[in-house]
């Protein structure tokens, strides 16, 4: 019988992931592991909404800015990184805690990732050029040719992805689609999923006000600091190339500002369609009290 237990906590941006899962931790005396790949960046504090140094010190968190924007980092990486640290943790606890918006992360940790083959990395320098030089249309049109299937399921205007099933589908000679899903390790844990939602409307005046309150605490002077790195593929995230726009003399400020709430807003229904996928999820509004949701989790304890 399988007694270690990940409490996954999830939900869009801004909706209160960060004080449910601290709550949820104090309550099992345990630990929180991190599945927001944009917090992992030390250099990157404000514009990740990443907890703050109270939140931090109320319970022991886990890949909360190890890495520097500098590092090359992957959710390859982070899956066996945070798969070892579990099993560490699960020595000395039975629950573990982990929160995050980054639906491929937290699948990587829960589920494994796919197996796909190893390609010239020539292939992707080649997409990355192109997409510099003729935005992301090219590359939309060449996926639905290679890959109709992948094409209809993907972040369309996620370039990085984009980018990602395109050189499977050009090295390998197959689509990318034909590497998602097979069989993957069983993990010696139950993950319990509890997700956070609320109206669309909340969701999005959530996230406006959290926008507002990023740039009162200083989140321009954040992006000035880091804008000489901008070329790198962490800082190419909602927040602060919004903000690089601004700084090169693109955008004005209050267009740049209304581009990162419109941009995380989008940002938002993207983690809730990912987020619907899985029918395991249990949903609670984000205003239900802590007593309910603990009362859900130990009921898929019994």
Not at 22 to 48: C, N, P, W
Not at 145 to 155: G, R, V, W
């Amino acid at each position: 019988m399988n007694h270690n237990y990940l409490i996954s906590i999830i939900g869009p941006t801004a909706i209160g992931k960060t004080s449910l899962s601290i709550a949820i931790a104090q309550h099992f005396k345990t630990e929180v592991i991190s599945a927001d790949s944009r917090q992992f960046y030390r250099e990157m504090q404000l514009g990740t909404a990443a907890p703050t140094t109270k939140e931090l010190s109320a319970a022991t968190h886990h890949f909360i800015h190890h890495k520097s924007v500098l590092e090359n980092y992957n959710v390859g990486a982070f899956e066996q990184e945070a798969l070892s640290r579990l099993y560490d943790l699960f020595e000395t606890h039975s629950e573990v805690v982990m929160v995050g918006g980054s639906g491929l992360y937290i699948d990587a940790l829960t589920k494994g990732l796919d197996d796909f083959p190893q390609v010239n990395p020539s292939i992707r320098a080649t997409l990355n050029e192109e997409f510099a030089l003729h935005g992301i249309e090219p590359l939309q049109i060449k996926l639905k040719s290679l890959d109709p299937q992948t094409y209809e399921s993907i972040a369309l205007d996620n370039p990085h992805r984009m980018i990602r099933a395109l050189e499977i589908c050009i090295g390998s000679g197959k689509p990318y689609s034909s590497f998602i899903n097979k069989d993957k390790a069983k993990r010696k844990f139950k993950t319990i999923t509890i997700g956070l939602t609320a109206e669309r409307a909340t969701i999005y005046e959530r996230i406006n006000k959290r926008v507002d309150q990023m740039m009162a605490e200083g989140l321009l002077d954040e992006a000035k600091k880091l804008q000489h790195l901008q070329h790198l593929n962490a800082l190419n995230t909602v927040g602060y190339s919004e903000l690089f726009k601004f700084l090169d003399d693109e955008w004005t400020l209050d267009f740049a500002v209304s581009e990162i709430k419109k941009n995380s807003r989008r940002y938002a229904k993207r983690q809730l369609t990912w987020f619907k996928k899985n029918d395991a999820v249990i949903w609670f509004d984000y205003q239900t009290s802590l007593k309910e949701i603990l009362e859900s989790i130990k009921g898929e304890m019994s």
